[in-house]
């Protein structure tokens, strides 16, 4: 476990170098780019990136992937992207992106297969305690459990930005995808509250709302409350560094 963790972080590290300075020119937020009813929505971090594709109306999942992303310069402005995960690699075999890009004031337009212009979403106003990303570390209450971490290659990443969350479940070594689903969330005072925009395994769960209690306690995440099937929850995730 600890060689598959040290050689990932070697090869990410000769890829993509200091990714804080290279990542430097993209503003990290959510962007939304809306082509006849499908919505791309982009999360981006100084270091990490999620792209979601979906129709709103009537709901429909299309595709997400996501990896360690970083700017380069050198054959003309490009985002590269070494992915973590891909919903269709079963089609496409896809395990990296190189994307012409400019960016146009605030917005960021990126050519792939066509121009999309993504215009950033505000940020919102309130109290966001559990902004950044998230592995699904154990099942609680927390008592000593063997933790699933970065070393295991079957993850489940949650990732809250700007009001925007999404979760999505992969194996890093198979490629295998597992779910996702994402839409709006607001956390403050121990209120965790989702509303679903979007789910791959289930269309017709989105425009559910399901509210959760939190407490971060040793930088760890506690989540309780009930799963979208009714039933009782305990899950505790780690911040991802």
């Known amino acids: 476990m600890e060689l598959r ?15 804080l300075i290279m990542n430097a020119q993209i503003q990290p937020g959510v962007y939304i780019s809306d082509t006849e009813n499908i919505r791309h929505e982009l999360k981006i971090d100084d270091d990490y990136m999620v792209y979601t594709q979906y129709r709103q109306s009537p709901p429909k999942f299309i595709r ?16 590269t ?7 269709n690699y079963e089609k496409d075999s896809l395990r990296m992106l190189s994307i012409p890009m400019e960016i ?3 917005n960021l337009v ?4 066509s121009k999309l212009t993504f215009t950033p979403l505000p ?7 559990l902004r950044g990303e998230w592995l699904f570390a154990a ?18 990443l949650k990732f809250l930005m700007d009001g925007r969350f ?3 479940a992969y194996n890093t070594d198979t490629f295998e995808f597992f779910g996702t689903g994402g839409g709006s969330f607001s956390s403050e005072d121990g209120a965790y509250v989702e509303n679903i925009e979007f789910f791959s395994r289930d269309d017709s769960r989105v425009g559910a709302t399901l509210q959760f209690n939190y407490e971060v306690e040793d930088g760890d995440w506690h989540h309780t409350g009930k799963n979208s099937k009714g039933e009782p929850l305990y899950e505790i995730w780690a911040l991802r560094e």
Do not use: Y
């Open 5 to 19: 963790k040290h050689i990932t972080t070697l090869i990410i590290g000769l890829l993509f170098g200091c990714t």
């Open 64 to 79: 997400t992937l996501g990896g360690f992303s970083r700017v380069e310069e050198a054959d003309g402005k490009r985002l």
């Open 81 to 87: 992207v070494l992915l973590e995960f891909n919903s």
């Open 104 to 106: 146009d004031g605030k």
């Open 110 to 113: 990126l050519d792939w297969n």
């Open 123 to 129: 940020i919102p106003k309130e109290v966001q305690d």
């Open 139 to 156: 099942r609680g209450p927390d008592e000593g459990q063997e933790r699933r971490g970065e070393e295991n290659p079957r993850k489940t």
């Open 166 to 168: 999404q979760w999505i």
